[in-house]
């Protein structure tokens, strides 16, 4: 069962993936209409899109299930994600930006839309694991103040991996 502390480090995860990853994080950041419930406002572009930025929007979605996995104790896998409800709706919107890419281009193999959607996995697990410290502030913000502006975000993590040097 999902609590407001799950929530927390889910949407985390979410903006530091956005800003870690190089997507953008929207200056709305995390808002949190209730102590359990939230979103985070990720940048999206409408030119430019290229499989690479695809993949790393996909681990954008995936970071948020990835840092709740890590948060739980859960393992984070393709079979989690596609299990557990709290996480599904990631995990088909990652797999939908990988999909509508390859669909535009002419291309949409199974084969390698599985082997984009594993990258984008793992990539998500590498941004989590590599600034878990980050993510656990913005979390605990995150459960202070019910809106967290990107600006707000920046400077934590700016805080945060100034004290960790």
């Not at 999909?99 to 959607?117: A, T």
């Amino acid at each position: 069962m999902e609590s407001c502390e799950d929530v927390g480090y889910h949407e985390a995860g979410h903006a530091i993936g956005a800003i870690k990853l190089k997507i953008g994080l929207d200056s709305k950041g995390i808002q949190r209409q209730s102590p359990c419930d939230g979103m985070t406002y990720v940048q999206e572009l409408h030119e430019g899109r290229n499989e690479e930025w695809c993949i790393r929007r996909a681990a954008v979605k995936l970071s948020g299930p990835a840092a709740e996995c890590r948060y739980r104790n859960q393992f984070y896998s393709f079979e989690t994600l596609a299990s557990e409800p709290h996480y599904f709706g990631d995990y088909k919107e990652a797999e939908q930006i990988l999909q509508s890419y390859h669909s535009q281009v002419g291309s949409p193999n199974p084969l390698r839309l599985e082997e984009l959607l594993l990258t984008a996995l793992k990539l998500a697990e590498e941004v989590v694991s590599d600034n878990w410290h980050v993510i656990k502030e913005v979390a605990r913000a995150s459960q202070q103040e019910p809106r967290l502006t990107a600006e707000k975000i920046l400077s934590i993590i700016h805080t945060a991996e100034g004290s960790s040097v």
